[in-house]
């Protein structure tokens, strides 16, 4: 009977530690989706950023040398800022970058946007501005970089719609899911898993050995025959 009780306690006590070892990812869990919620911004909306800012280096970079290619900086930033022409400046590019970079900064970085408007707003009037400036202007005459600035312009800012569109509003959407069935979980755990079992909750008295003798007295008085 007492190693009956040990086995059954055993066995109790090993059940709840199952329960102990399984709760401990989830509240592991828990707390690093809370620590991602307390995050500033997230890693993959921070990835994002970070492209925008390299689209605005770099279409500066590319303006840059485009100026020390024709004829010095000083003198080209004057010829195409201050008498500015539209048909033949990259300037209007350069300023199309830095749009981009302030409106989704501002947007997905400050104000921490979970929508694809903002972006939709600057691809559109990139996407716009670049077809007209291409289709009117002479900047296709003006050599290699009248090809460059606005191919690369138009491909970096798709390439930031396809990043919000298909990874950063996706995947914190996911986390948000996740993170929300994490804590359903943990809120049905303590019904999973009971607390540890003690001892006195399975405990069984030893037999009487002098209950037993008189249960054999009473059993051969009733066998005895009636005289």
């Not at 307390?38 to 950023?49: N, P």
Request: a negative charge; proline letters at 4%.
């Amino acid at each position: 009977m007492d190693s009956q009780c040990s086995s059954s306690v055993g066995s109790r006590a090993t059940i709840g530690g199952v329960g102990n070892i399984n709760s401990t990812p989830i509240s592991a869990r828990i707390e690093s989706y809370e620590g991602g919620e307390k995050k500033c911004i997230s890693d993959v909306r921070r990835t994002f950023c970070l492209f925008v800012t390299f689209d605005l280096l770099f279409v500066t970079l590319l303006w840059i040398i485009e100026l020390n290619v024709n004829g010095g900086i000083q003198e080209q930033l004057k010829k195409e800022v201050v008498e500015y022409d539209y048909h033949k400046s990259f300037f209007d590019i350069f300023l199309l970058a830095v749009f981009r970079f302030a409106a989704l900064i501002l947007a997905y970085a400050v104000c921490k946007l979970r929508h694809w408007w903002a972006i939709a707003i600057t691809t559109a009037v990139t996407t716009g501005f670049l077809i007209v400036k291409v289709v009117v202007s002479k900047l296709l005459s003006q050599g290699a970089f009248g090809y460059l600035l606005p191919i690369i312009s138009f491909i970096l800012a798709w390439i930031e719609t396809w990043l919000l569109d298909f990874k950063v509003l996706p995947q914190e959407a996911g986390d948000e899911i996740r993170y929300l069935s994490v804590q359903n979980a943990q809120d049905r755990e303590p019904l999973l898993y009971p607390g540890p079992v003690t001892d006195g909750q399975f405990y069984s008295p030893p037999e009487s050995m002098a209950d037993s003798d008189e249960d054999l007295d009473d059993k051969h008085d009733l066998e005895k025959p009636i005289v």
